[in-house]
């Protein structure tokens, strides 16, 4: 069936790099995406990768898939206080539209 | 802008009564979906529709409805059979079909408080 697992916490100090992982178990979706989530809002697409990828770089973000393992990451390199916040993986099955979220990892970076 | 809208933010209600969450876009997207998030179980999809007139059932569809009048809208009622409805609702658009490449974009979310 369709799933996506992430862990549910990750707290960082500020400077430090932070590593969110998410597994995922579609193999047809032909791109994956990682959406953030501030307190009370809704979700904002951070970044998104094509399947045929194993890594994709924006500025400070660095996303990683290793599609063998169905694992995908994302980086956040020099993380700031304003990176707070609750970070989604999803995977598009057989490219519907309807996408599969995973639980939500929410990042706590301390000053 | 570009956007989509959804009202109001905050809605209370006793147990009991129905109640519709507003959801307007004007992105132009044929797709539009709710999502229904609790803390810690991330979104799961109530209803979503692909074009105007129609509509699916999503995974947690029970005591919920929607329509799909117009293109721009898409509301959703939360009816007394719905046993737990005090959750943050989130409606979203995209535009599959075309392109590949179809993620979707959120409203800022309506959180319901049933009493």
């Known amino acids: 069936g369709e799933d996506v697992e992430q862990s549910l916490f990750l707290s960082v100090r500020e400077g430090d790099s932070s590593v969110i992982n998410c597994t995922y178990t579609d193999s047809s979706s032909t791109y994956l995406y990682w959406y953030k989530q501030e307190p009370g809002a809704g979700l904002q697409l951070l970044t998104y990768?094509?399947?045929?990828?194993d890594m994709k770089q924006d500025q400070r973000l660095t996303v990683l898939l290793n599609k063998k393992d169905k694992h995908l990451s994302l980086r956040i390199a020099d993380t700031q206080t304003g990176d707070s916040a609750i970070y989604f993986c999803a995977e598009n099955p057989s490219n519907t539209g309807k996408l599969i979220f995973g639980q939500g990892t929410t990042l706590q970076v301390k000053p | 802008d570009g956007g989509i809208t959804q009202s109001p933010k905050y809605l209370f209600r006793k147990e009991g009564q129905n109640v519709t969450l507003s959801c307007e876009q004007n992105?132009?997207?044929?797709?539009m979906y709710w999502y229904r998030q609790d803390p810690g179980q991330g979104l799961r999809l109530i209803y979503y529709?692909?074009?105007?007139?129609?509509?699916q059932k999503g995974d947690i569809a029970e005591g919920y409805s929607v329509s799909r009048e117009k293109k721009e809208s898409f509301p959703l009622t939360v009816t007394s059979a719905q046993k737990n409805p005090t959750a943050f609702y989130l409606c979203?658009?995209?535009?599959?079909?075309?392109?590949?490449?179809?993620?979707?974009?959120f409203g800022n979310g309506t959180r319901l408080t049933v009493t």
């Open positions: 529709s692909q074009i105007v007139n129609d509509f």
């Open positions: 992105l132009n997207h044929d797709a």
């Open positions: 990768i094509f399947s045929n990828m």
């Open positions: 979203a658009s995209s535009m599959p079909g075309l392109q590949v490449n179809s993620p979707l974009h």
